[in-house]
DNA sequence: GCCTACAGTCTACATTGTAGACAAGTTGCT
DNA sequence: AGCAACTTGTCTACAATGTAGACTGTAGGC
């Protein structure tokens, strides 16, 4: 066979179509949704895309653009209606939303997490701030004051993030070994030391992170809503 | 001058003892407080100690064990009392014990953060599980059940990471550009779509962590004691 | 003394991100 | 159409990284 057998071997959409922002990070994304963040290189991009690696510069200035890139991608798939005059169901929903979102792509949740730590706030790409500015869009039409609105923004933002990292880190990727691989660790730990962790274990293999989370957004918002002079939201407190 | 001048010219603790995991861990630590993680190489590392980068083998597999290592020497520095009658009280401290580890190595709060998502839970180096069991235990000995203690940890520990996520994401390093860097970063935003944030430049300057963090917690723990049978903890709801 | 184990070093290599020169292809103007 | 300006894609090259494997000390036990 010649050194210039198949130009494109593994996976490329169409012959050789023009590139675009768009295709290139969606293909990054499916990469590490695939294979994980280690799995995306440059060179593995380009070969998925049946380019020369170099050529993806022209749509992302480095490695790390390329990244804030996909964390942009994922996040515009949250839809926000910054109108419903429900705040309250709104970020419930939103909440439950972004749960599955992060679920649906568990590779790309440490670059949401760990990306805006070293931008500062002003500089990140705008699709990443786009859900900020809707959710207090949100609350400040629901009635809240501005400074308020940003302080429940917060609150919540921190407790949903937080939920995620929680979740996702008890989140076992083959469902099978499961419980299997859980206990095994568990049985690891010293049982001096742990006992009450190796106790839990059952109680740890069917978490319902759902569950968990709808409860934790009531605890929160209704705590939030009584702390602050709230508007006319129907609080059940 | 020789090829062979200066063994160690930079930093040399004392002349050449022998090294040891805690000695390793420990200027892996300084080094990523001091010039962030990514200046954290093998290297580097060796440079640092002095010592032939592959040496440092032998007291970390690799990498991502020596990522772990400082992750789990930071948290070390976590003081918990899980016989502490006062369990509200406890964790109280502890938020803002580890907030201001957070802001003390916010370097390190990637790492914190991110790895526990790379290994199920019964394979963390076993310094990072402490806090989740020693808090399991002060919840148990305070009165809870099992099951309802892991729910208020999740609660909890879901809560004080976002809020702490949160914070570092506002924190710009040069506190004398804090204001101008935030502002001019904002500025840079499109007035169209962004008039909230914009508007909300003043009130993000001067984010009080410390009393945001307290607040959330109350309202969390106070919603918790509430929804859940709590022992005999004095909860002023 | 010698022998075994381990600490530390050296050399070497595959893999990464990316700069810079170039080629090929596209678009607009006249 | 024909040329020019620009945009896209490719190639070559290099410095930096993690780490395997063989080697060299050095310390302690007989």
Do not use: C
Request: net charge negative; charged share 25%; no cysteine.
């Amino acid at each position: 066979m010649s050194p210039e057998a198949n130009p494109a071997p593994p996976a490329a959409t169409g012959k050789k179509k023009r590139l675009s922002r768009e295709i290139v990070l969606s293909a990054a994304l499916a990469l590490v949704d695939a294979e994980g963040l280690d799995a995306l290189t440059m060179r593995r991009l380009g070969q998925e895309l049946g380019r020369d690696p170099m050529g993806l510069y022209r749509y992302a200035e480095n490695r790390a653009a390329l990244l804030d890139g996909v964390s942009e991608l994922v996040l515009n798939e949250l839809a926000i209606f910054p109108d419903d005059p429900d705040w309250q169901a709104q970020l419930r929903r939103i909440a439950h939303d972004l749960r599955l979102l992060a679920l649906r792509h568990p590779n790309v949740v440490p670059l949401l997490v760990t990306r805006p730590l070293s931008t500062p706030l002003g500089l990140r790409p705008l699709g990443t701030l786009r859900p900020l500015e809707q959710i207090l869009s949100l609350l400040i039409d629901a009635g809240f004051a501005p400074a308020d609105a940003l302080h429940v923004y917060r609150a919540y933002y921190g407790f949903l993030y937080g939920h995620i990292l929680n979740e996702l880190q008890e989140f076992i990727v083959d469902p099978d070994e499961n419980e299997a691989l859980l206990r095994l660790g568990l049985h690891r730990l010293p049982p001096k030391d742990f006992p009450h962790l190796r106790a839990l274990a059952p109680v740890l293999v069917d978490y319902d992170g759902m569950a968990e989370l709808d409860e934790g957004i009531t605890i929160l918002l209704s705590g939030l809503a009584a702390r602050l002079s709230l508007p006319e939201a129907p609080a059940k407190l």
